[in-house]
């Protein structure tokens, strides 16, 4: 992990240049910010702009750290055609299922990419299960899968507590959208890693049980 394809160059590029403009221009920054009353009232280009906007820097060093790391195992698999329609996805589909549960919240703002790199960590898991992660405060090395599952279920958890200024709808519905266009791409997956599969669905059903019942 780690190499620099282009298509991750220019991702990385265009979200310092987009967030540092939101840094020094705080009129550009509300007008492209995530707010569930502006997407409401019909401005949906903030569903995609918010995705290039950060907080400040070390919330954009943060997700593009993370980015870097991840978006070389994708581009392995499946090339970086495929790799930049997972990242804007799981953003599309993050930022939709934030509106999905804050639509009547008209004060509810959010931004950042982190719903993308959500579903770029776990396409990357679901293509290599197996590979190993190393978090700096566990010294021993997390098998992919049981990260993916941890983070999805604190995701779940942090939703249904509001824990913290995080937009963990948007890291889970990143990671979904992360999970079924890996799938879309690579349906063999269903024939060679069945279980993982079936594994890395586990929290995707509980959240949906959970909202059908009322309970998130």
Do not use: C, W
């Not at 990242?87 to 931004?111: M, P, Q, R, T």
């Not at 948007?170 to 594994?199: D, K």
């Amino acid at each position: 992990m780690g190499d620099l394809d282009v298509v991750t160059l220019i991702i990385i590029g265009v979200n310092v240049v987009i967030s540092f403009k939101g840094f020094n221009d705080r009129a550009f920054f509300e007008k492209y910010k995530f707010n569930s009353a502006a997407v409401k009232r019909g401005e949906k280009l903030r569903i995609i702009s918010s995705g290039f906007l950060h907080v400040d820097t070390a919330h954009l060093f943060l997700n593009m750290l993370t980015l870097y790391f991840f978006a070389d195992v994708v581009i392995a698999s499946l090339g970086s055609i495929s790799f930049l329609l997972i990242y804007l996805i799981s953003l599309l589909l993050g930022n939709l299922l934030s509106y999905y549960f804050h639509k009547d919240e008209y004060h509810y703002n959010a931004v950042g990419a982190s719903g993308a790199v959500s579903g770029v960590i776990y396409a990357a898991i679901l293509l290599y299960p197996d590979m190993s992660l190393y978090m700096f405060f566990i010294p021993i090395p997390i098998p992919a899968y049981v990260f993916g599952i941890g983070y999805m279920l604190y995701s779940i958890y942090g939703m249904k507590n509001r824990i913290g200024n995080i937009g963990h709808d948007a890291h889970f519905g990143g990671a979904v959208g992360g999970y079924i266009f890996t799938l879309i791409l690579v349906p063999q997956l269903f024939a060679t890693s069945l279980f993982m599969v079936i594994l890395l669905a586990v929290p995707i059903v509980l959240l949906f049980f959970l909202q059908k019942t009322g309970k998130i």
